[in-house]
């Protein structure tokens, strides 16, 4: 009983399985990042990593702005470390 069971879920998975790829390849297309905005007291940053990829953050305005192309990441440093 349980081999027939077993053999009728395995069927049913292999014959929607085509079906769900085909669903799931269709992707909405994609929408802008949005841009961030600076309140009072901050500033917006903006950096180009080489691979030509875009980010803008949001940091203090006392805090420098940081990026390392190595690993693209972007952060607010330090007013007294600077980017360590």
Same mark, same amino acid.
Do not use: H
């Given at each position: 009983?349980?081999?027939?069971?077993?053999?009728?879920?395995?069927?049913?998975?292999? #014959? =929607?399985?085509?079906?769900?790829?085909?669903?799931?390849?269709? #992707?909405?297309?994609?929408?802008?990042?949005?841009?961030?905005?600076?309140?009072?007291? *901050?500033?917006?940053?903006?950096?180009? =990593?080489?691979?030509? *990829?875009?980010?803008?953050?949001?940091?203090?305005? *006392? *805090?420098?702005?940081?990026?390392?192309?190595?690993?693209?990441?972007?952060?607010?440093?330090?007013?007294?470390?600077?980017?360590?």
């Amino acid at each position: 009983m349980y081999r027939v069971l077993a053999a009728v879920t395995i069927a049913a998975a292999l #014959a =929607f399985a085509p079906a769900l790829s085909t669903a799931q390849t269709a #992707a909405p297309p994609a929408k802008a990042a949005a841009k961030p905005k600076a309140g009072p007291g *901050e500033k917006v940053c903006n950096y180009t =990593f080489p691979g030509g *990829e875009k980010r803008a953050w949001v940091c203090k305005k *006392e *805090e420098p702005c940081c990026a390392w192309d190595a690993i693209s990441y972007v952060k607010c440093g330090s007013t007294i470390t600077k980017c360590l």
